[in-house]
């Protein structure tokens, strides 16, 4: 094969200036491909060279970078993630999301790894792309819409085979968790990218590829695939899981005392049966929905009547139906898939708009805000209440305008006690994990590079393992899924069938070299995703001067306030032992006692430039 | 006797020994599902469902001889 020549690649990067109007395109750098692997690699190594260092992220300087992976729109399971990053409006750090559908293979087949999307459109714009050609469209007509209404018309003007993501009214009013939607259910949810679109103004990204791309070895891709998705199939699990999807865990996490219930109140919803994966099954779900190239759909398509009117959403799934079911008290499927509804139209994230909701209840219930100020009475399990409230988030209407800024600024504006119930670290809601009594897992959260997200290290089975007390001797396990876990979404795949169904990690080691031509061990590609972890801390690090071990201390709840009840009672991680936590945890990772990579593990992963932006000592 | 095969299935059988998928046990007179978490020195938390001869079953269901058992290991929420 030629040199220079990348396989599993579209080959060409694409810039975006919305001041301008102008578009152009550039050759995929080889060594960021062959460093950084693509996906979140691309995200964190272009955000690291070219935002201005303190750049506001709702500001001109600001990027949102869209990538896809080398193992994307192929042949083989789960081959349909792509990542989209910006500097975060809701922490000031790095800011990264993920989402399946089919943008990640149809990017490619237009001949593009990657977007960088620059500066600020004078009016709504989508971006147009199709193959070769790429325009900065009007985009008046869809501005104001909701996610699925835009998705619909884009789809009606343009074409069905375009894939089309939007923001919603959520983004369009820089709502800080606003998400990114596409195929009417899937979003890149976390740390705002929507908002930073928003700002931007841009309504919509619209692709169509026909170009296709190479890969290294296409019989062996076939052939591998092939084996691949048999392998999957043979799998015992393979027709368990599929029927619930993820809401199949809605029990287990109940059982051991780990679900969000009351604003991380406690750990244990007694109502969570009508709530859980075989209720969906039974009640609403009308098929499954999947993403490029997956066997083991996990969407499931509901159809559901609420108030007398019928609706339809993807979901929910299992965090909707924590953040916004158990922690809300909401007591049936159909209440928890009407809100879900209403959060993925106005293009709001289910789990920092759920977390937000329930601190604004809490905040009802001890008189930190009264009904006048937060403009209705609102009470726990109480659908149409949590609807009027996203609504007025989505529009900065009321109460709504702080809200939109999150649970740590909200409780910041709010005082009275109210960062006490904030469930954020770093300024990013808590995911559907409630932790005093799974340290692994609340490890994962301290120490995720985003915040408070579990995508990064699912390690609660590892402390269902080990015991659930254990606080020492976790910090290994946190640090291996950390370099896993975000593997996958630099190669631009879905871990989903890892993870569920126990398919083996050296498939994927097996399929890489057929792909790309390189020769790299799933040591090599996993010493990358190391890499790139320790960049995307530099990051937080050179955006916010005192960053350091006090950003990942847990929620004061999670260190404040034993569990009242359930399994888990009693327990709590109190500072001294979340701090010990973190003693471990840096020193496993080569990192000094502030939770800063010295100068040898920089070097040691070729990110030795990063020092003189950082001037770290060793 | 009663023989029966075990399946793991999920990314958590690598805290089953050996992080093997599949087990052949034996016991001698009756036995549950719990008993194979038991021989196999296994938390409960571990597993989510058991499904026995296609059914989903409760941990105290009795095994017969023959039977092949699927633990579901928790899967992720996501």
Known sequence: ???????????????????????????????????????????????????????????????????SGPMAGLFLPGSGKIEMGTKSPATGLYGEGNMGGHLAGELKFAGYDAVIIEGVSPKPCYVFIDDDRVEVRDASKYWGKGCFEAEKMLKEDLGEDFKVATIGPAGENLVV?????????????????????????????????????????????????????????????????????????TDWVNEICAFPTKNFQTGYYERHKAINGQTLKERICILDKGCTGCPIPCGKYSRFEFSGKTYYVEGPEYETIALMGGNLLLENIEDVAYVNYVADELGLDTISG?????????????????????????????????????????????????????????AERFGKGSERFAMHVKGLEVSGYESRYAPAMMLAYMTADIGAHHNRAWAITYDAAVGQ????????????????????D???????????????????????????????????????SERIWNLTRCFNKREKPDFGRVYDLPPLRWMEEPLPSGAGQGRCMPRDKAEKMLDEYYSLRGWDSNGLPTKGKLQELGLGFVLERLKLES | ??????????????????GRDRFDLEFDGAAR??????????????????????????LDHPLTDGDEVILMTPPSGG
């Open chain 1, 354 to 410: 759920g977390s937000v909701v329930a601190f604004t209840l809490e905040c009802l219930e001890k008189g930190v805000l009264t009904p006048a100020e937060v403009g209705r009475e609102l009470r726990w399990g109480d659908p149409e209440g949590v609807a009027w409230l996203l609504e007025r988030i989505a529009r900065r209407e009321g109460i709504g305008d702080v809200l939109a800024l999150g649970v740590k600024k909200a």
């Open chain 1, 490 to 528: 630099a190669l631009g795949l879905c871990r989903l069938q890892w993870v569920e169904i126990g398919f083996e990690l050296s498939h994927y080691a097996d399929m890489f070299p057929l792909v790309t031509g390189w020769e790299y061990s799933w040591e090599d590609l996993l010493k990358i």
């Open chain 1, 1 to 67: 094969m030629a040199s220079g020549k990348l396989y599993g690649y579209g080959g060409r990067i694409l810039r975006v200036d919305l001041g301008t109007g102008a578009v152009r395109t550039e050759p995929t750098p080889e060594s960021l491909a062959r460093e950084y692997l693509g996906g979140r690699g691309f995200v964190a190594k272009i955000l690291w060279d070219e935002l201005p260092v303190g750049v506001e992220p709702f500001s001109a300087g600001n990027k949102v970078v869209i990538a």
């Open chain 2, 33 to 58: 599902v719990a008993d194979i978490l038991t021989k196999l020195g296994v938390g409960r938390a571990l597993v989510m469902t058991a499904v026995v001869g296609g059914r989903r079953r409760d």
């Open chain 1, 177 to 249: 968790y606003a998400v990114v939607s596409h195929d009417f259910g899937r979003q890149v949810g976390r740390t705002g990218v929507g908002a930073v679109l928003g700002h931007m103004k841009v309504k919509a990204i619209a692709v169509r590829g026909s170009r296709g791309f190479e890969v290294a070895d296409p019989a062996g891709v076939l052939k591998k695939g092939k084996e691949m998705y048999e392998a999957c199939f043979a799998k015992p699990g393979f027709d368990e899981w599929t029927p619930y999807g993820t809401a199949g865990v």
């Open chain 2, 1 to 18: 006797m009663v023989r029966v095969v075990v399946r793991v299935v999920g990314h958590a059988r690598e805290f089953f020994p050996g």
């Open chain 1, 469 to 488: 007390d254990k606080t020492e001797g976790k910090a290994w396990k946190v640090i291996e899924l950390q370099h896993i876990r975000p593997l996958f």
